[in-house]
């Protein structure tokens, strides 16, 4: 009896001791994480449509946790503005002007980004789009020309598959890497009093395509994500409130449970998170930024 009393102590004494290892060394995993290096030191990242809005907001979010920004816009000035503004030396941070519906001029893009870096690209942020790309009459589908339609569903589209069909043969050699494109609530189809049919079906398509992209690049150890933002308070969506009555802007507000329009740090937040160590076993996700919308 004496002896399995003595075994039996042991055997707690035992299960207490690794219960205490087990609780110290996810301590000692807890702190390390928090004491990391910032999640994208020295990361090589393209981010498009960087020279404003969505975009910048982005870049300064990266930059500042350590990510090297190859900024992409077609508005120079803004964008060497930018630029000089992230932090760090002169040279760590780079600005491209580059159309990027035009397939010549993103491969050149991609192939400067890679002599840049010394061979890598690891994150891949797409943020060119929008609905307010041309001024369309009032009413619905049936007043919308085709060049309209089609304008706008190149411009919301063409540049997302471009950078991402040039840059996936980078990330699939390093077998590493983070896509992150940008859709919108309006690709749910769901209320007719955001964009245009043109713009939820162009943003719809950025979200089927991203999916099927993660399916693509899962092999390769490449993530695909996008997010889906709500009503944003960068400039060009404010000159659009801005011209609406109040009765209009009151409404959008009451379709928001958070009671505010999302800032373009918000965005920036989730899409950072979405390029980060963080997200590595989430791919094939649109993610709604929309405050409840």
């Given at each position: 009896?004496?002896?399995?009393?003595?075994r039996h102590a042991d055997g707690v004494a035992t299960l207490i001791s690794d219960a205490?290892?087990?609780?110290?060394?996810?301590?000692?995993?807890?702190?390390?994480?928090?004491?990391?290096?910032?999640?994208?030191?020295?990361?090589?990242?393209?981010?498009t449509a960087a020279a404003a809005g969505i975009g910048a907001a982005t870049a300064r979010r990266m930059a500042s946790e350590g990510g090297r920004i190859i900024g992409v816009d077609t508005d120079a000035t803004s964008l060497a503005a930018l630029i000089a503004e992230l932090p760090g030396k002169a040279g760590r941070h780079a600005p491209m002007v580059v159309n990027c519906l035009d397939e010549a001029a993103v491969m050149q893009c991609v192939r400067q980004t890679v002599e840049f870096s010394g061979g890598r690209i690891d994150v891949l942020v797409n943020g060119v789009g929008g609905s307010t790309l041309k001024a369309l009459p009032a009413g619905g589908t049936d007043r919308m020309a085709l060049e309209d339609w089609n304008a706008l569903l190149n411009f919301n589209l063409t540049p997302t598959f471009l950078f991402c069909k040039h840059v996936m043969p980078v990330m699939m050699a390093q077998r590493a890497g983070k896509i992150v494109n940008l859709s919108s609530i309006a690709g749910r189809g769901e209320d007719a009093s955001v964009?245009?049919?043109?713009?939820?079906?162009?943003k719809a398509g950025v979200s089927v395509f991203t999916k099927r992209l993660s399916r693509e690049m899962a092999a390769y150890g490449v993530n695909c994500n996008a997010v889906a933002p709500g009503a944003t308070q960068t400039p060009r969506i404010l000159r659009y409130y801005d011209s609406q009555t109040p009765e209009v802007r009151a409404q959008a507000m009451?379709?928001?449970?958070?009671?505010?329009?999302a800032t373009a740090e918000d965005q920036a937040n989730a899409i950072a998170f979405l390029a980060?160590?963080?997200?590595?076993f989430i791919t094939g996700v649109v993610l709604d930024v929309t405050g409840g919308h």
């Open positions: 009896m004496r002896q399995r009393a003595h205490v290892n087990e609780q110290a060394n996810q301590a000692s995993a807890l702190q390390q994480r928090w004491s990391a290096p910032p999640r994208f030191k020295d990361k090589i990242i393209i981010i964009g245009n049919a043109a713009y939820s079906t162009a009451e379709k928001t449970p958070l009671g505010r329009m980060s160590n963080d997200a590595d």
